[in-house]
């Protein structure tokens, strides 16, 4: 009789242990606490490991850090201790390949501290990865207001002479040692010494493994075409998706696991880090008066429903324009069912209650979002085929 009631127990036991192994693990949280005053009520669906929160104080290079960002959840993801990566010495090459780019086209190209989530993926193929202890690149809270300046003008006086100096390049990266460091050729890390390639080798990133995406229709669906966003200064490539495949990636790399780095227009009046939200009302939020503005950051709004046509528009009409890169780190839904995604910034952790992160409603990445990089393998194989990546 013992054995048979020990058996029912362990029976009882393994089947509890299946059935919440078969139960999506789902967890109820505020995450690190909604902005005071909130009604809003998040469910976490899925939420990806990530590094600490960073701050790009006064520099333009949001592209740099969310990448990193991303690269660092794809270390931790592939089974890697949690690293962290230097910012800088992405920022420090990317301006080396801008001015060599702005002085051949004789200053008729854009040089400013903005980039794409392919430039970070170009400059570690090309310059290879080091960690933050490496190159810290000068000030913990960085300002490149000067460098930006300084680099320009110097760059402006180069193109003048009738002919190029043979020190142009020598004077450019002099001024880049001065602010941000002179580059490391080798470095220790935990013990082991490594150059820039030999750590990109060990980190087991390959730059081949990631691919940008976006969604209009001025171009055939399903071909790579040049993004037209100022910062796009090389004239990086994305593939062309429509909108409910272009969502569809996201999910599915969320789902299993995998980080998005994202790049968005952050200008919308219904955009608001500091309340830790960004939606999409049905009701226009650029007649709202500041009462309604903040009843909707407080309490769940209907929203719009976003087509491939309104997107097209606000692309075309100047309305949505290229203007912040951010790592969406999970997804969740609200207490009506909406379903939002969760997003690391990189504005530190005290501009919000939830210490440097905010939830985005999925219409408003939808319509707001101008192109995403993601890992290749996170992309569904219907459409990695359609694009030619299988």
Known sequence: MKKIKLLLIASALINNVNAQEMTPKVKTTDFSTNHKGSKYQFTVVKDITCTDVKNQNHTGTCWAYSSESFLESELIRMGKPKMDLSEMWIVRNAYLERALNYVRRQGKAQFEEG???HDVINIVRKYGLVPESAYPGGNEKPNHSELSAVLRAYLDAVIKQPKLSDHWLEGF??????????????????????????????????????VEFSSFTHH????????????????GQVYNVPLDEFTSIIDNSIDKGYSVEWASDVSEKSFSFRNGIAIIPAADADTMQKPALD???????KEMTITQDLRQKAFDNLSTTDDHGMHIIGS??????????????SWGTDRNDMKGYFFCSKAYFQYKTTCVLVNKNAVPLAIAKKVGLK
């Open 220 to 235: 055939p669906f399903y071909k790579p075409f040049t993004i037209e966003v100022a910062d796009n200064w090389d004239n």
């Open 332 to 345: 969740a839904k609200d207490q009506t069912g909406t379903p939002y995604y969760i997003v690391k910034n």
């Open 295 to 301: 009843s909707m950051f407080n309490n769940p709004v």
């Open 173 to 210: 990266n002099g001024i880049l040692d001065a602010y941000l460091g002179k580059k490391t050729d080798s470095f220790i890390y935990q013990d082991k010494t490594y150059n820039p390639m030999s750590f990109l080798q060990y980190s087991g990133i390959n730059p081949d493994d990631y």
């Open 115 to 117: 980039g794409e989530p």
